[in-house]
């Protein structure tokens, strides 16, 4: 259907550039045998009026009754033009039907043009528009089966574009199994490391009786580093397959921080080190209380450990855009080799404290980010690190 569409498109072109050169044609044709005979009736009357002069009037009076009294007043340097006499004053019947042809014909190549001109344009435009939809629909996850309309210029466009998105929804599709296959593997290993956890765990705790030393104290701390790696992976492995549930609702931010802090009171005494969260107006932010409280305490935890005896401050302010919490510390500040990999998985900087295992900071960073939010980790002028974290409310 389209591949006759396009040879009528194409026919329709030429025949209306066909029309146009056959009208200017005639014209140019019908000009010249005009001034032909403009030419030879002038040498004729011209040669006469030489040899008896006196016939220059009965020459005059001929010509105007042939054209009807049609003289133009023009002097030229020829007898007719001297008589006031033009090449339009002979155009004869014949000379004004081609000229009306011409003129037909050359309105009508025009107008034919035009129309083949704007329905192709019309038509490139409506397929462009539909391809444009169709690609705007992949965008929104929502595209259906690209059907083809038969052969035109755009077939291969077309073709290739559908090429493109299947390759994509299949490159899609393998990479969420992937990631599926990750998170339930990861769900596995977790699962199968608290089984030999609980076992050690019990023993340490028979032996607790009749054996002391630095040994079993060695133990217990590595057990709780298990403990908590495990419970890490299994949360990181319900983020990866999407399973994990996080409620939104309207959370103060004072309250947040404080919950944060009292969770860890007991490892800030241990440590010597103070938390300073400063009572301001009412802020809401929309999120998950406990998970989200959850990122806050990793956040605070890190900053702890890299300023021990000193505060740890939090501040946080609102605007329509975000919200913003900033927690901080009085330390040496990261690394600068450290800041781009701070929020990737298992990563440990150099100046990490001996429990680390590198999941906090990237937990942190997926729950936050789960919740139309940003997290950003930097030094601060003053000394020390910072942690900038925004939620959004839109």
Request: net charge negative; with cysteine; glycine share 8%.
């Amino acid at each position: 259907m389209n591949s006759r569409r396009n040879i009528l498109v194409t026919s329709g072109v030429a025949f209306a550039v066909g029309l146009i050169a056959a009208a200017i044609a005639v014209w140019l044709v019908s000009y010249h045998y005009s001034r032909l005979s403009f030419d030879l009736l002038n040498a004729v009357c011209g040669e006469v009026v030489e040899q008896e002069p006196e016939t220059r009037g009965i020459i005059s009076a001929a010509l105007k009754e042939y054209t009807e009294g049609n003289p133009d007043g023009v002097l030229h340097d020829n007898i007719l033009s001297g008589l006031g006499y033009h090449v339009s004053d002979f155009v004869s019947a014949g000379y004004r039907q081609n000229i009306f042809f011409a003129a037909v014909g050359l309105t009508a190549g025009i107008f034919l043009f035009l129309f083949t001109f704007l329905y192709r344009n019309r038509t490139e435009t409506h397929r462009i528009r539909a391809l444009a939809d169709y690609l705007e629909q992949v965008n929104s996850g929502k595209a259906l089966i690209l059907s083809t309309s038969g052969e035109d210029d755009f077939s291969k466009l077309e073709d290739e574009i559908y090429k493109t998105v299947t390759f994509l929804y299949q490159t899609k599709e393998q990479a969420v199994q992937i990631k599926n296959d990750f998170a339930e593997n990861l769900s596995n290993i977790a699962h199968q490391i608290k089984t030999p956890i609980t076992a050690i765990s019990l023993s340490v705790q028979r032996m607790k009786p009749g054996f002391e030393g630095r040994g079993l104290e060695q133990m217990e701390k590595q057990l709780s580093r298990l403990t908590y790696l495990e419970e890490a992976l299994l949360v990181l492995s319900r983020l990866d397959a999407g399973t994990l549930s996080l409620q939104k609702e309207e959370t103060d931010v004072f309250t947040l921080l404080v919950l944060a802090a009292d969770n860890l009171q007991e490892l800030f005494s241990n440590s010597g080190t103070s938390i300073d969260i400063p009572e301001e107006k009412e802020m809401m932010i929309i999120a998950d209380m406990d998970w989200t409280m959850e990122a806050i305490m990793n956040l605070m935890k890190n900053c702890m450990e890299h300023n021990k005896g000193g505060t740890v401050h939090c501040s946080y302010v609102q605007n329509p855009l975000y919200t913003e919490i900033l927690i901080w510390d009085e330390g040496a500040g990261f690394d600068r080799e450290d800041i781009p990999h701070l929020f990737e998985r298992f990563y440990r900087g150099k100046n990490v404290s001996e429990g680390g295992i590198g999941i906090g900071l990237a937990l942190a960073k997926e729950i936050i980010e789960r919740q139309n939010g940003t997290i950003r980790a930097k030094n601060r002028p003053e000394g020390g690190a910072i942690f900038e974290i925004r939620f959004y409310t839109l």
